[in-house]
């Protein structure tokens, strides 16, 4: 029934925003869909057999109410509404614009730069450890608070800044899966979480942008998580000793560079949780990183390789409740050919480590935007 009730409302609101504006200023609605196929061999837990999978059916929609700037990004999957992104935002110059609402974490590039739509994303699919809450990321890629934003020309290069102040993440349980969430409505924790990012692309070379960032929240569950670790195997709520309540501090180094046909891209990333619980287990500093290098021909044929790796503390209760308590490493080798600008088919062959669980993936995306 719910299900049905979101269709419909979503169904209205499509609806309400196709009718003629007779002011400037109506809103046009934009999208992105992408069709994938995931074949794995016997290692992995999922692909076995061969899946096809509908992505997200992303709506994007934006404009400009005189001096005021909405932006609201809205993804349909599994017959789930969600409200990825909703600003309101006004800008005083190029170097400050302000916006309250859910938006992207101003934490490293990736996240900055790649939003929901696989047509604009590199690869298939995001890094591991930069996936997206609700698929399983272990960082916090969306807020709900205000983000403070800009750019200015200097002698030295260009220089761009964020800060966002906003409700710190939690924990919480899913049809049995722990989770973050943003917090959208509420925030458990007794401080709001802070993000900043910093970056500067330099007059002297060409093409090259550094960036450094961070986040730091307390971050709790709310008391519907699972087992820690499940060991029982009998998913119920935790209680006890296997509440979650850590100090987290994340610290991001970034570089991109572009030069001829040529782009790479690099993340490393410090994820370090100190236990806040009665626990008190001490601190966990965990690290993850990315490289990502890329060959564009004649604007048609991207051929590309990605090597992520995650390297973490198993004793950490952040990354227990959150069930990635291993190392893991995977490289990826594909190759992107752009149908047109807005369609483009990505194939993937992919060398995985989990723990001690090794597999091959193979992958093949149609992706577009409308």
């Keep these: 029934m719910k299900k049905g009730m979101d269709m419909l409302i979503l169904l209205c609101a499509i609806l309400l925003l196709s009718i003629p504006c007779p002011r400037s200023y109506a809103f046009e609605l934009k ?6 196929f995931t074949k794995s061999t016997d290692g992995a837990e999922e692909f076995r057999h061969g899946d096809f999978a509908v992505g997200a ?6 404009e400009s109410l005189e001096d005021i700037e909405v932006l609201s990004e809205i993804a349909l999957e599994n017959g789930v509404i969600d409200v990825e992104r909703f600003t309101i935002g006004y800008t005083f110059s190029d170097a400050l614009r302000v916006r309250a609402g859910r938006f992207h974490t101003p934490l490293g590039l990736w996240n900055i730069t790649y939003h929901h739509g696989a047509q604009i994303q590199p690869t298939i699919d995001r890094p591991e ?14 807020v709900v608070g205000v983000y403070l934003s800009g750019r200015a020309s200097t002698g030295v290069g260009t220089v761009e800044y964020g800060a966002a102040l906003g409700n710190g993440p939690k924990i919480t349980s ?3 899966v722990n989770i973050l969430s943003p917090n959208n409505i509420e925030d458990n924790n007794i401080g709001k979480g802070l993000a900043f990012n910093a970056a500067l692309s330099p007059e002297l070379v060409h093409g090259l942008k550094v960036s450094m960032s961070g986040h730091i929240a307390e971050i709790k569950d709310d008391g ?3 087992d820690a670790d499940n060991a029982d195997g009998d998913n119920k709520p935790a209680t006890g000793a296997d509440t979650v309540q850590v100090d987290q501090t994340i610290l991001n180094m970034s570089l991109m560079y572009s030069i001829a046909d040529i782009d790479f891209t690099g993340e490393y990333f410090s994820i370090k949780d100190k236990d806040a619980a009665a626990t008190n287990l001490g601190s966990f500093t965990n690290k993850a990183y ?3 290098i890329r060959y564009t021909w004649k604007d048609k044929w991207v051929p590309y390789f990605l090597l992520e790796h995650q390297s973490v503390k198993e004793n950490d209760p952040y990354l227990i409740s959150l069930g990635k308590n291993f190392d893991s490493t ?3 080798l594909g190759l992107r050919y752009n149908i047109n600008y807005r369609s483009c088919v990505k194939g993937e ?11 091959m993936e193979y992958a093949v995306q149609w992706a577009l935007a409308f």
């Design 129 to 142: 450890f930069l996936k997206f809450e609700d698929d399983g990321g272990i960082l916090p890629t969306h």
């Design 31 to 36: 999208g992105f869909g992408s069709v994938t």
């Design 330 to 332: 995977e490289s990826i």
């Design 174 to 176: 899913e049809k049995g």
């Design 290 to 292: 990315y490289g990502l």
């Design 349 to 359: 062959a992919r060398s995985v480590k989990q723990g001690s669980d090794n597999w």
């Design 224 to 226: 519907s998580v699972i």
């Design 57 to 62: 059916v992303d709506l994007f929609l934006a």
